[in-house]
């Protein structure tokens, strides 16, 4: 496996992945917490399933065969499994290199090569980003002085605004700025898209030169602050997808100790909100922030202080949004969505908060669907 070629070898690559695939020992701890299996209990929707189909590529003569890449497109890299499985089996990692494996055999699909193709995009990024803002009559976000796009300085908290906060949020993100400057200075250099979409696409090589593009444009800054929980979980694990990268390794490293998520980030500089939130409110955890960053409980303390807080059954569990996943899959993630928002609707809240695009823009389709009555807000919009 491993058909690409990154920062490690491909030899090393592969090595890794078959040390990984190799302990698991089938005893289907996982099959519990995976969304997608629970939506069609088949074994090849598993992550137990997964593990076998990539281990049989490695270890056991599976024949290569288009279909694969189907096996390992489905799967949410929610990380859900590895938190259950008794030898912490990164089945995300795993999918994310048998993506590349499978694009380097059969080619990406149209609608990832498009997409991909528009996030790595400066200029093309900017002009929708443009064109949606002027449909809305919507504002940039200001930042201070140096909000019009020069990379962050020495000293500085530099907000890092991910495309999707860009494109389709720019309220709150805009409200993530005020707060920002309500704890100290903040700047908003002109970075590139983090990566995430392209590394869940398989698309190992071009999420590491956009890593590298970000390194250098927040070199400067003291702290990367950032309100979107995937952007937060890539740009942090910029460390270890360089590591193999002697030019980069340690800056990288450098780069990703300096980032925090907003409510991580505001609860540590001793932000409180004053309260007065008229709504019953509840979170939804994003998997990238729970399990991606281990950030559950900062969300919900300022949540508490800021209203009427009531906690979400099953709240960790994917919401189905899973970056483009519920396009191409749009009926397992629609029955994930379901679950999600009747939970949401079981809490009585009037509104359901959380900290990731891809989540708002999934619950809002779930509050949509479903006739939900409750409002679906950034974090950043109700502290
Ligand atoms: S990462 Fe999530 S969707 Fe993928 S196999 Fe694990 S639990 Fe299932
Ligand atoms: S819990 Fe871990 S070891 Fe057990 S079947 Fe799942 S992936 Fe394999």
Request: charged letters at 15%.
């Given at each position: 496996m491993a058909g690409g070629r990154g920062a490690t070898g491909m030899g090393d690559v592969a090595a890794r992945i078959g040390e990984l695939v190799r302990k698991?020992?089938?005893?289907?701890?996982?099959l519990a917490v995976c969304p997608l299996y629970a939506q069609n209990g088949r074994e090849i929707a598993s992550p137990r399933g997964k593990i076998a189909v990539v281990r049989g590529l490695m270890d056991d003569g599976l024949a290569a065969v288009p279909a694969l890449a189907e096996t390992f497109r489905?799967?949410?890299?929610?990380r859900a499994c590895t938190g259950s499985c008794p030898n912490k089996i990164p089945v995300a990692e795993i999918m994310i290199e048998a993506r590349r494996y499978a694009a380097g055999q059969w080619g990406h699909p149209a609608r990832h090569r498009v997409i991909a193709a528009l996030l790595g995009n400066d200029v093309l990024l900017g002009l929708m980003a443009g064109v949606l803002r002027w449909t809305r009559n919507a504002k940039p976000p200001a930042g201070g002085p140096s909000a019009s796009g020069a990379p962050a300085s020495r000293g500085q908290i530099a907000y890092f605004q991910g495309c999707a906060m860009r494109l389709f949020f720019p309220a709150a993100s805009r409200a993530t700025v005020q707060l920002l400057k309500r704890t100290g200075g903040v700047v908003v250099p002109p970075g590139v898209c983090c990566g995430s979409p392209h590394l869940a696409y398989g698309m190992v090589d071009q999420a590491l030169a956009l890593a590298r593009k970000n390194i250098e444009r927040f070199a400067g800054a003291d702290l990367v602050v950032t309100d979107c929980a995937s952007c937060g979980s890539s740009l942090k694990e910029y460390g270890s997808r360089l590591a193999g990268d002697p030019r980069w390794a340690d800056r990288a490293l450098a780069f990703g100790r300096k980032v925090t998520g907003l409510s991580e980030y505001l609860f540590r500089a001793g932000y409180r909100p004053r309260g007065g939130l008229a709504a019953k409110v509840t979170y939804h955890d994003p998997c990238h922030l729970a399990r991606g960053q281990g950030i559950r409980n900062e969300p919900r303390d300022l949540l508490r202080l800021a209203g009427d807080y009531v906690e979400l059954p099953s709240?960790?569990?994917?919401?189905?949004?899973?970056g483009a996943f519920h396009l191409d899959y749009p009926a397992a993630a629609g029955g994930i969505l379901r679950d999600k928002t009747a939970d949401i609707t079981r809490t009585g809240a009037a509104m359901v908060v959380t900290e990731c695009p891809a989540c708002l823009m999934q619950l809002g389709r779930g509050r949509r669907r479903e006739h939900g009555e409750f409002e679906v807000r950034h974090i950043s919009q109700v502290l």
């Open positions: 698991c020992d089938r005893c289907g701890a996982c489905f799967c949410l890299l929610c709240a960790g569990r994917c919401c189905g949004g899973a």
